[in-house]
């Protein structure tokens, strides 16, 4: 198939719809690093570094955009002389016309991110977020003639309300009388200018994302029938089960605690685990959290999980697990090696008419004797 050239915006906003920025940790730096958005690139270059080896495999591909994992520009630059390996990504991106983007712990915090596919490798089931999100969801309260209610309330639905859990396309619904009167510059759906009228309307409460607000409010505007649209916002306690850091799920059978150390070693290439002793007890429910995880392991504990996977832990952070949980520290890189094939598959799966490539250069900095 002939591949053709599309504009970086309109790639990332494929990875933007699945990962909105909007969840990536204060202290991060994920989106558009170098180059211009309206830019036209055919080829994408996917991995989890930004290094000069990776600008060269880009040049080599032709690629015109790559998609990392982790930023290449984290910290604040004060210049650019070509005297650490990120100046000179930079110099060099630039100078072959190569952009830049980071989709980091805004991909970790979705529910089908980086941690989903670890857990997919693993082989877990029933999944939760081991540290779900606070303050992001929103309740909608709008009042709709009761005829136009299952139309609004699909609406709604598509986009992207209603989702709790597992379920979607849920809704509370009260009918009740509506009382409006129509001024003279209006141009009432129903009812009389000047004239107080009473409207057999249907009361519907859903919930959504805080990210979906505008595009929820533009969907109920755009199917409701009234020419103003009353409805309210609230802002939730509860927290977002789909999203946040980490994921704990259940093995469909338990394992053995070194037998489970031997499967997570081969799934994950790794060639060394750092863990804690083992508890003589058999593996059943496992907490993740791809890349630097240790302050989350409170989170793994009180979620009951059997063992914690996840990389970086410290020396004195191992004792934090007291005898309650096995702490497996299978390397940062390691752990969020299969975030290629995460990238890969979100692009492709929207049939893209561009080439998507993964880089096949081991970018771990870190090696072992």
């Known amino acids: 198939m002939l591949k053709m050239a599309k504009r970086v915006s309109d790639i990332l906003s494929i990875i933007e719809q699945y990962a909105p920025l909007s969840y990536q940790e204060s202290y991060d730096n994920a989106g558009l690093q170098i180059g211009n958005s309206n830019q036209e690139v055919s080829s994408v270059l996917l991995c989890i570094d930004i290094t000069e080896a990776i600008i060269d495999d880009a040049i080599a591909k032709e690629a015109g955009l790559i998609i990392s994992h982790h930023p290449l520009i984290f910290g604040g630059i004060k210049r650019i002389t070509g005297a650490s390996s990120v100046e000179r990504c930079i110099t060099k991106a630039i100078q072959h016309q190569i952009a830049i983007y980071s ?47 299952q139309k609004v309330r699909n609406a709604l639905f598509e986009a992207g309300s209603g989702t709790i859990g597992n379920y979607d396309c849920c809704s509370f619904n009260t009918k009740g009388e509506g009382t409006f009167r129509a001024n003279e510059e209006t141009s009432p759906f129903v009812g ?18 805080r990210h979906l607000k ?38 469909s059978e338990p394992v053995d605690e070194k037998a489970f150390l031997e499967y997570i070693k ?16 058999q593996i059943k429910r496992v907490a993740v959290c791809g890349g630097a995880g240790s302050s989350y392991l409170k989170h793994a504990i009180r979620a009951k999980a059997d063992i914690f996977i996840t990389g970086d832990f410290k020396y004195h952070e191992f004792f934090n697990a007291e005898n309650k949980i096995l702490i497996a520290d299978i390397g940062h890189y390691e752990s969020e090696f299969f975030t290629k094939e995460l990238f890969y598959d979100i692009l492709t799966k929207n049939n893209t008419n561009f080439a998507v490539h993964l880089t096949d250069i081991n970018t771990n900095p870190i090696k072992y004797l």
């Open 214 to 251: 505008s595009h929820v409010i533009e969907a109920l505007k755009r199917n409701h029938p009234y020419e103003e649209v009353a409805y309210d916002l609230f802002q939730m306690d509860n927290a977002n089960p789909l999203v946040g850091i980490g994921l704990v799920g259940q093995l």
């Open 192 to 209: 009389t200018k000047g004239d107080l009228h009473t409207e057999q309307e249907v009361k519907i409460e859903t919930i959504l994302p």
């Open 103 to 149: 989709a980091h712990t805004n991909l970790d915090a979705v529910y089908n991110g980086v941690n989903a596919k670890i857990a997919q490798k693993i082989g877990l089931n029933n999944l939760q977020a081991l540290s779900p999100l606070q303050g992001d969801l929103l309740k909608l309260v709008t009042y709709v003639p009761f005829e136009y209610a």
């Open 266 to 281: 081969e799934v994950f290439s790794v060639q060394c685990i750092r863990h804690t002793a083992f508890l003589g007890k």
